[in-house]
């Protein structure tokens, strides 16, 4: 998720580094990242689409998940503020 809030590329950094490059990081930006999921037994107020549609400029992943821990349909959500993010949570899980 630190890939998506601070703009950088951790994996490429890593590898970079395991080679013995000296790697530098600089972040190029400052968002907050979210992961929510939903699970299929239960009923939402919105729908797959629904949810795209509203806030598709925010989430910048989604699949299906095959976890009972981390839910049967994940979400990763990117947004400016903690407020969009606590909005963006809500949506996704009402």
Known sequence: MINH???MDCW??????????RARAVPSRDM???YAARVNSRRYLLSHE???AELGGEIVFHMP???R???DYAYLA???SQERRAHAAARITA
Do not use: I, K, P, Q
């Not at 490429?12 to 490059?21: F, I, K, N, P, V």
């Open 12 to 21: 490429d950094l890593y590898a970079r580094t395991c080679s013995g490059e």
């Open 65 to 67: 998940m095959d976890s």
């Open 50 to 52: 629904e949810l795209l």
């Open 78 to 80: 990117l947004t400016e």
């Open 32 to 34: 907050v990242c979210l």
């Open 69 to 71: 821990v981390m839910g």
């Open 5 to 7: 809030s601070r703009g």
